[in-house]
């Protein structure tokens, strides 16, 4: 109960937060299958049916496609400043431009002559095809207890298509064989690189056993509650690439439970059906262990600074250092679904609101196993000139070498507690949706097709559209 009580919070404070999310290195985007509007409407009258069927059973299958648009809001999370696009100026530049530019050349790796914007349209991809199959407990047992009750699985397989699409403009000053998104891309940078290719990924999403119970059927009200497991599928997000493709619910186990009803607005004689239906679902996700890019605190887009350790000219990129195995805390997120729902003899068509919110994740840093670890962060600081550090620079700036009291160079040394565990969550999103589907059911079958449009609340999620098919039967 405390578990449920702390998400249900941290999915509130998430929703309230300001709208503008920048310099972040994950993005958890909502896995097309958790759609309760499409997968519920339609599904839940067959399979509600199993207690009055000949053997109980119900199954289902239901492919779907969906898309993202472009959006500012969703580069301007990955890139620094809340800016969809920019600005990277070596110090060769004028004072003006000096003090305009988002990010200093140098630390790049690129000339000090080097001017131009840099910009990124993230967009994905998402198929999914979704089984389920229901059986009604009656056929076990006779006992009152199972009277009502069922069990079901569903399975969710996946293939998620990520792209960030980089973009260069007005550059100057770079040598021959350099730009802008092949230096974000280079071999030594082994970690959140941005690639000009699409990023791919398939398998199992996950698997969800469930128990639910029908309390009542009838005279067209439903009134069912479920609760179940999920058993994630796939492997994990790979943190070489920045907005890699995750499937499922990145390798994390987790506990459902949902609500669903259908309250008749018709007379009992009428000729024609409406219903008012609703539908809700609760998902909390338990900690596991993950590699994340993270950045100094209050020092956005920090990991493309340059490192080194003492009385060492070489320079290493922060973000093979800040790059750390932490346990990853997703919490809760919630999906609702209500909306109108009227038939005709045997057609039927439906028309509602769909909501998705997710709680911000809370990383903390994981202690010693028998796994890699990550580089010692304490063994280096940032670059100076020479062989010295500069603790106050910023991924615009580079700060004067650092001294003590008395004026004489000093090497400070940076600490893992200097990390800002935020900028390497998966940050909480709120996303609205209409839908719309139509199509045919009796008393033993269905099949409808439908799709919604999506748009988020903040620039944490994507804006999307989805179709998809639904058909089952019951026996």
């Not at 199959?133 to 969710?156: C, G, P, V």
């Amino acid at each position: 109960m405390k578990k449920i009580v702390i998400g249900i919070c941290a999915l509130w404070y998430s929703v309230i937060q300001p709208a503008c999310r920048t310099a972040e290195s994950f993005m958890f985007t909502r896995p097309i299958y958790y759609n309760i509007g499409a997968t519920t409407f339609c599904w839940q009258d067959i399979s509600a049916a199993t207690d009055s069927t000949p053997y109980g059973g119900a199954f289902r299958i239901m492919p779907m496609y969906q898309k993202s648009f472009h959006s500012r809001g969703a580069a301007a999370y990955f890139l620094v400043n809340c800016k969809p696009k920019i600005f990277i100026a070596g110090d060769a530049s004028s004072i003006q431009i000096q003090e305009t530019r988002d990010v200093r050349a140098e630390w790049l790796g690129l000339p000090a002559t080097t001017s131009g914007f840099y910009s990124i349209h993230p967009q994905q991809k998402q198929f999914g095809l979704v089984g389920t199959y229901r059986q009604h407990l009656k056929i076990f047992s006779d006992i009152s207890f199972f009277e009502n009750s069922w069990i079901d699985a569903t399975m969710a397989f996946v293939e998620v298509e990520n792209e960030l699409k980089p973009t260069q403009s007005n550059v100057q000053g770079l040598l021959t064989g350099q730009s802008f998104i092949e230096t974000f891309n280079k071999p030594s940078f082994e970690f959140a690189k941005i690639s000009p290719c699409k990023l791919k990924d398939h398998g199992l999403g996950q698997i969800t056993l469930s128990l639910g119970t029908t309390w009542e059927k009838e005279n067209d009200f439903l009134l069912s509650y479920y609760t179940g497991l999920i058993i994630p599928g796939s492997g994990k997000h790979s943190p070489k690439y920045l907005f890699s493709p995750v499937v499922g619910t990145d390798r994390h186990f987790g506990w459902t439970a949902g609500l669903l009803t259908k309250l008749p607005l018709h007379d009992e004689d009428s000729c024609y059906k409406l219903h008012l239906l609703f539908a809700a679902e609760n998902n909390y996700l338990f900690h596991n262990h993950e590699f994340r890019t993270l950045d100094l605190y209050k020092k956005p887009w920090s990991r493309y600074l340059q490192l080194r350790k003492k009385d060492n000219p070489d320079t290493v990129p922060a973000l093979n250092i800040f790059t750390q195995r932490v346990k990853v805390h997703p919490r809760s997120f919630f999906n609702l679904a209500t909306g109108l729902s009227s038939s005709i003899n045997n057609f039927q068509a439906t028309f509602g609101y769909q909501m998705w919110a997710s709680s911000s994740e809370c990383l903390r840093f994981a202690g010693n196993c028998c796994v890699p670890q990550a580089p010692e962060i304490e063994s280096y600081g940032i670059a100076g000139t020479g062989t010295e550090t500069a603790s106050k620079s910023t991924i615009t700036t580079l700060a004067p070498n650092d001294t003590d009291c008395n004026g004489n160079p000093k090497f400070v040394h940076l600490h893992r507690n200097d990390l800002d565990l935020r900028s390497g969550s998966g940050r909480g999103a709120f996303s609205q949706a209409l839908l719309i589907a139509v199509g045919w059911m009796s008393e033993t079958s269905f099949a409808t097709i439908g799709g919604s449009y999506e748009q988020p609340h903040k620039n944490t999620a994507l804006p999307q559209w989805t179709i998809w098919l639904n058909a089952g039967c019951n026996f």
